[in-house]
């Protein structure tokens, strides 16, 4: 690969241009999960019978990978604390923690839909349902880029390549981890 | 507040001398410990979370499910914006950029939901949105109340056929004051309207069926067990209705149609586009309860051989 | 003021950027302007697409049942297919990529001073995906049931429903060949935005980037607000069409009605995603060919966020008779009329820059003054579909269809033509044939005007929308409509016959046209500096990259002889330097504290911007 351009290089806003990109990322994710769970909130009131659907989701596994996931996001902030002291197989070690946070939290996901699926609660079973899987789905799908990007910045880290890579890794994980905070009460916990 | 914090911020500069012994070995300096007393912080917030709608079960305070769940996530939230993103780190157009896109999102909630939300007005109705509210399960059956809270959108509270939604909605709302009415109902048919809908009897589709609703357990979805709830809740709500007929007169009016409804289509076709267009030909404006002529082209209007043409190249063009 | 990027010496024009084989140079480049010409080429062929169909459905609609030449009989639902994948086409597939994607990625680094966008490999990818959307639009048209002919607004349920569109396989590729485009432009944006804040020359300031920079760039922030919602409902559409979900079934629970407004949240500011670009570009055009400074620079960029801010308040106007809460619709009626003000005055600036000048009558600058006047009929005849009382009326009639083609013909084609004309010896180095290029251009304006006034005329006379055939329709069936009919589709036969010529001026001008120098119409933006057309890389062979020292429209200035000031020549030349001269930038690498402070003060110049968008 050539070198960077002159232009990636230039920071007239006093933000490096990597950072910029991602907050510009996360405004186009806000935009996405906000249309999707505005038109949840706003089903979700105005059908109160989808309380009966809501009631059978189980609070203890979500409540479980809310755990794995603000726990991830701890490892990502250490991770760049490390990358922060140019410590690169430390951060390595702790993006490779996160990661494996992040299978966990999908392993936790597939036994919850497995389990829901087999009683008959499909995606098709009601109003609450459908936006139920959209929800988490679209939540999981990023979680899963999240941990594959997650991993080539892993494996720079480890020669301590492109340390600055571990800090824009951590903001969208912190996305991914807020954007769950948010899910956790709307799917489980408000019934 | 964001001074303070940042305060705290640089004195967790770069000994370790905050850590406790214990974590030495996983938190290499004090900015860590930082990081990590902003996870307990967050685990004791979650665990408040949890049990927030255990408590609020046990008060019967719905509020303090709501409280803890909403309240508590926007706290973490600012937590892991704050102390992990360190978004008041960076120059301040990041946070307005993330913020104006938070904004757009309550514009678009707050502008869609009177459509999503609402199913009624003064002068319209969303008749599908409002069937699927009026089908939800009722919990304690009372006539009087299911009438104002369910009929009387449509029907009317003086079971006129002139309810909000009622007047947006071709066939009208059959009127319970009419004679013509009673001259063909009895109460095989009221309680299969009630029950399966206007579907059930070939009429409107726009009168919902209430089996559900008025089932046991939790209602709506998959526990439709059969029990006999429906049909007692049914008798009393016809009751209810019977109280809107007129006294019989000495010589009933002969009517050989006399429902202002539409009439059963005899095909089991999927709802033909063709059907709306009839039904307000016959229908349109006339108030509910006066004796229908049988549907009748308007001798100013188009041929009944062009109608059926239209009919014919409506069809063509659906189906083709 | 000896201002060397030392990165300058890093990157010798040879190490960075080695001979490369043609597969790499022009289909694998990461070469912004290699990038921009991928999608000018690739809008252009779509254009080519949407015309025929444009063709052949108008060929039905004026001589309905007969057999259309080139295409055959027209039947009902490849009538439907046409109509709605002609709508989708110009719009996503050719207005985007030709006015935001093609002329953003050719211009922005060479306006900035750059020797290419920030992330070269993602804007790569972007038109990798934007490309392989296209296949799959084309696709969608060949697969069993054809594509699909639920119009581009694509409301369910006759979007979801198989059993109404008919359509099974082309609805769903139709919407995945939608999104598949969003991620493509919200690559692009991402890039566009934060090229423009990060990576500007040195001393160039906010109120020194070309208004074509600042419009695209806004259009990008614009973009990428809206479209969530709507990516998110393109997912519920999804699984309503393939998993049996009711997100917008209302015999289920659902609301057909949260899909309009999933659609129309993005759908309306988008018709402002695509106005703000060719603002730009004609801003760039008529301030060159009147030789005079843009008549308010600030006005112009207030307005545009203006603009930008209110598109998000209007969408609902294009709901007015489906359905919503009339009380909403005085609310959307009154942002509507609003949205008017910021839009005329944008229109009142260009023509207060034209009052006094020289004017030049070159092809370009026909072509922008053919947008203003155009887009002022199609504005002023938005006034009545944006009143909720006079929309009911119009709603669904050709009087919406003439209105929005005399908005979006404007944008997109003039809007192009003016770009591609005036930016076309700098991408190529030649000269378009100037005569060629004005009979193009009559032979394109005047059959537009004689295609769509008929179909205001039919429109105000109550012919509904969306109808395949009239012949069933006896009031809408007399001689004199049917005669409309026909003058609007000759007049389109004689437009598309123009753009062969275009073609052949274009192909020809590539290979064989007049040599161009660097800077042909004595401009002042950066992208004059470089060579016609640009090496990779940009300005890597010069002595030193750009520094910018003025703003981008100094024409006439009293002080100087020429009628033009570049933006990068250094205020030597000048006997006493104007007040309006910008103080030298302090230092172009933002290594210490001084130019931190130079960053602090942008970014509170362009927050607003931000929060504005």
């Known amino acids: 690969m050539m070198g960077k351009p002159i232009a990636t290089t230039r920071t007239v806003m006093g933000v490096s241009t990597g950072k910029l990109a991602v907050w510009w990322l996360i405004v186009s994710e806000i935009v996405i999960f906000g249309g999707l769970l505005a038109s949840y909130v706003m089903h979700r009131i105005g059908h109160p019978e989808w309380a009966a659907s809501a009631a059978h989701t189980d609070v203890r596994i979500g409540g479980l990978n809310t755990m794995v996931l603000l726990t991830s996001s701890l490892m990502a902030v250490l991770a760049h604390a490390a990358a922060g002291r140019g410590d690169g197989p430390l951060a390595a070690k702790r993006l490779a923690v996160t990661i494996g946070f992040a299978v966990m939290f999908l392993c936790v996901k597939a036994y919850e839909w497995t389990t829901e699926i087999s009683h008959g609660y499909t995606i098709t079973a009601s109003g609450f349902w459908q936006f139920y899987y959209v929800a988490a789905g679209i939540h999981a799908a990023h979680i899963i880029a999240g941990a594959i990007i997650m991993g080539f910045v892993m494996m720079q880290a480890r020669r301590n390549h492109e340390l600055g890579r571990v800090e824009l890794i951590g903001l969208y994980w912190h996305f991914v981890d807020l954007v769950w905070i948010f899910l956790f009460p709307l799917l489980y916990i408000a019934k | ?320 | 003021m000896a201002t060397a990027a030392p990165h300058a010496h890093d990157h010798g024009h040879d190490d960075a950027h080695p001979e490369e084989s043609w597969v790499i140079k022009y289909l694998w480049s990461t070469d912004h302007k290699i990038i921009g010409l991928q999608y000018l080429f690739t809008g252009m062929a779509m254009a080519i697409i949407g015309g025929y169909f444009a063709y052949a459905f108008r060929m039905q609609l004026a001589f309905p049942g007969e057999s259309v030449p080139t295409y055959g009989v027209v039947s009902p639902a490849q009538y439907n297919a046409m109509v709605t994948n002609h709508g989708t086409i110009m719009i996503f597939w050719v207005a985007m990529p030709v006015l935001i994607a093609a002329f953003g990625n050719f211009l922005i680094p060479l306006m900035l001073g750059c020797d290419d966008m920030v992330f070269p490999r993602i804007n790569r990818l972007s038109y990798q995906i934007f490309l392989l959307s296209a296949l799959v639009l084309i696709a969608s048209f060949f697969v069993p049931g054809g594509g699909f002919g639920g119009a581009w607004t694509s409301y369910p349920p006759l979007s979801s429903e198989a059993g109404y569109s008919l359509t099974p396989l082309g609805s769903t590729i139709w919407l995945l060949a939608v999104a598949l485009e969003f991620v493509a432009f919200l690559l692009g944006g991402i890039n566009f935005i934060t090229t423009t804040m990060n990576s500007r020359a040195p001393g160039m300031k906010y109120t020194d980037i070309p208004m074509v920079v600042w419009m695209i760039v806004l259009a990008s922030i614009i973009f990428m607000a809206s479209v969530g919602p709507l990516i998110a409902g393109a997912i519920m559409l999804l699984f309503d069409q393939n998993l049996g979900t009711h997100f917008f079934d209302p015999t289920a629970g659902g609301d057909p009605l949260l899909w309009q407004h999933l659609f129309w949240f993005f759908g309306h500011p988008e018709v402002y995603v695509v106005l703000l670009p060719a603002m730009g570009i004609v801003a760039e055009i008529i301030t060159t060919f009147a030789r005079k400074k843009l008549f308010g620079y600030k006005t112009v960029l207030y307005t545009a966020i203006a603009t930008g801010i209110l598109s998000f308040f209007v969408w609902a106007h294009h709901q007015f008779v489906a359905g919503i809460d009339p009380r909403m619709a005085n609310l959307f009626t009154a942002t509507t009329v609003l949205i008017s003000i910021p839009i005329a005055e944008m229109c009142f600036v260009y023509i207060g820059t034209l009052y006094g000048g020289s004017i030049r009558f070159t092809t370009p600058m026909l072509w922008a003054l053919a947008f203003i006047f155009e887009f002022l009929i199609g504005g002023v005849t938005g006034i009545f579909l944006g009143a909720s009382g006079s929309d009911i009326y119009f709603h669904d009639t050709y009087f919406v269809l003439a209105h929005f083609h005399y908005t979006f013909f404007p944008i997109a084609i003039i809007g192009t033509f003016a770009a591609l004309t005036y930016w076309f010896p700098k991408m190529f180095g030649r000269h378009l044939n100037e005569s060629l290029g004005k009979i193009h251009f009559w032979g394109t304006v005047i059959p537009f005007n004689m295609i769509f006034i008929p179909l205001f005329i039919l429109g105000v006379g109550g012919q509904h929308r969306r109808i395949y055939s009239y012949e069933h329709f006896p009031e809408l069936f007399q001689p004199w409509q049917q005669d409309l009919r026909v003058m609007a589709t000759v007049s389109l036969l004689v437009m598309l016959v123009f753009q062969a010529l275009f073609l052949m001026n274009f192909f020809y001008s590539i290979f064989k046209g007049k040599k161009a120098s660097k800077n042909p119409y004595n401009a002042n933006t950066l992208e004059w500096l470089a060579d016609s057309p640009p090496a990779h890389g940009n300005f890597l062979h010069l002595a030193e990259m750009p520094v910018v020292h003025r703003g981008p429209y100094e024409f006439n200035h009293p002080d100087r002889d020429e009628d033009y000031w570049p933006q990068w020549l250094p205020p030597e030349g000048v006997s006493a330097a104007p007040p309006a001269d910008p103080e030298p930038a302090a230092d172009p690498e933002p290594a210490d504290e001084s130019a931190d402070q130079d960053a602090d003060q942008d970014s509170d110049q362009d927050s607003d911007e931000e929060s504005a968008s």
């Open chain 2, 1 to 320: 507040m964001a001074s303070a914090d940042a305060a705290t911020h640089d004195d967790h500069g770069h000994g370790n001398g905050k850590v406790p012994g214990a974590l030495r070995g996983f938190l290499k300096d004090d900015h860590e410990w930082f990081y990590f007393q902003t996870w307990m912080i967050l685990t004791g917030l979650f665990i408040i979370s949890y049990i927030g709608p255990f408590i609020g079960e046990a008060l019967h305070m719905f509020a303090i499910t709501m409280v803890t769940a909403f309240g508590i996530a926007v706290v973490k939230a600012g937590l892991v914006i704050k102390r992990f993103m360190h978004l008041m780190d960076e120059p301040k157009f990041i946070w307005q950029m993330n913020a104006t896109a938070l904004v757009f999102i309550l514009l678009f909630f707050f502008w869609v939901a009177p459509d999503v939300m609402s199913h009624e007005g003064a002068n319209w109705g969303n008749q599908a949105g409002a069937s699927i509210t009026m089908t939800t399960h009722i919990e304690d059956f009372d006539p009087d109340v299911v009438w104002t809270e369910r009929c009387a959108t449509c029907h009317g509270e003086e079971g006129r056929g002139d309810g909000p939604a009622g007047t947006a909605i071709y066939p009208r709302p059959t009127d319970f004051t009419s004679r013509a009415y009673w001259a063909t109902a009895d109460h095989d048919i009221m309680a299969t309207a009630i029950l399966d809908g206007g579907v059930a009897l070939g009429r409107s589709r726009y009168m919902p069926a209430f089996r559900t609703a008025f089932a046991a357990g939790h209602g709506g979805g998959h526990e439709g067990e059969v029990d006999t709830l429906p049909g007692e809740r049914t008798e009393q709500l016809i009751a209810r209705i019977m109280t809107f007929r007129p006294p019989p007169e000495a010589a009933p009016a002969p009517a050989p149609v006399a429902v202002p409804t539409r009439e059963p289509t005899p095909t089991p076709t999927p709802e033909p586009v063709i059907d709306d267009t009839v039904a307000l030909d016959g229908y349109g404006l006339i108030p509910g309860g006066e004796v229908v002529p049988a549907p009748a082209p308007a001798p100013t209007g188009p041929s009944e051989a062009e109608l059926a043409a239209r009919a014919q190249y409506i069809q063509g063009r659906v189906f083709n």
